[in-house]
């Protein structure tokens, strides 16, 4: 299998490397972070997306949630995955030494560059993995679909 690696966008950069300064100033806190600006802040679940001849498959790894904790939305081209994984109940007289679990609200936005049968959009979500299909077309109409996600 043929990995390529594609240029991050800017934007993707600059949420790295906040991620990174946050993760390193974390380490010097007596407290081990300020739990609360680290569970407020906006996170991004990893995705992967490929592309076949006839499909993109986009696969986003966003695990503990079920399917209406998120809402997949296809507009003129962009695909925006959104949602809300609720924060972790705080166990009484502990201390948290590491946190990397990530919970809040979240948004990804992809653009793809050819247009897809919005009709056609599938989506699954199983074992932590939101998998969506998207079918490519010839045709330039792209109108806006909610997808529903099956479980």
């Given at each position: 299998m043929k990995t390529i690696k594609s240029p991050r966008r800017l934007g993707d950069e600059m949420d790295?490397?906040?991620h990174e300064l946050d993760a390193f100033f974390e380490t010097f806190s007596p407290r081990g972070g300020d739990l609360?600006?680290?569970s407020a802040k906006k996170w991004r679940p990893p995705c992967d997306v490929l592309e076949t001849k006839t499909a993109f498959i986009l696969r986003m790894e966003i695990a503990g949630m079920k399917p209406n904790?998120?809402?997949v939305i296809y507009n003129a081209g962009r695909l925006t995955v959104?949602?809300?994984?609720?924060h972790w109940p705080q166990e009484p007289d502990t201390h948290y030494r590491q946190l990397e679990l990530n919970?809040?609200?979240?948004?990804?936005?992809?653009r793809l560059p050819v247009p897809v049968?919005?009709?056609k959009i599938?989506?699954?979500?199983?074992?932590?993995?939101?998998?969506?299909n998207l079918p490519k077309t010839?045709?330039?109409?792209?109108?806006r679909r909610i997808i529903k996600i099956e479980p």
């Open positions: 790295h490397l906040e609360l600006r680290v904790d998120f809402s959104s949602g809300q994984r609720e919970s809040g609200y979240f948004e990804r936005v992809i049968e919005s009709e599938k989506a699954a979500y199983r074992d932590g993995i939101l998998e969506i010839r045709a330039k109409d792209r109108p």
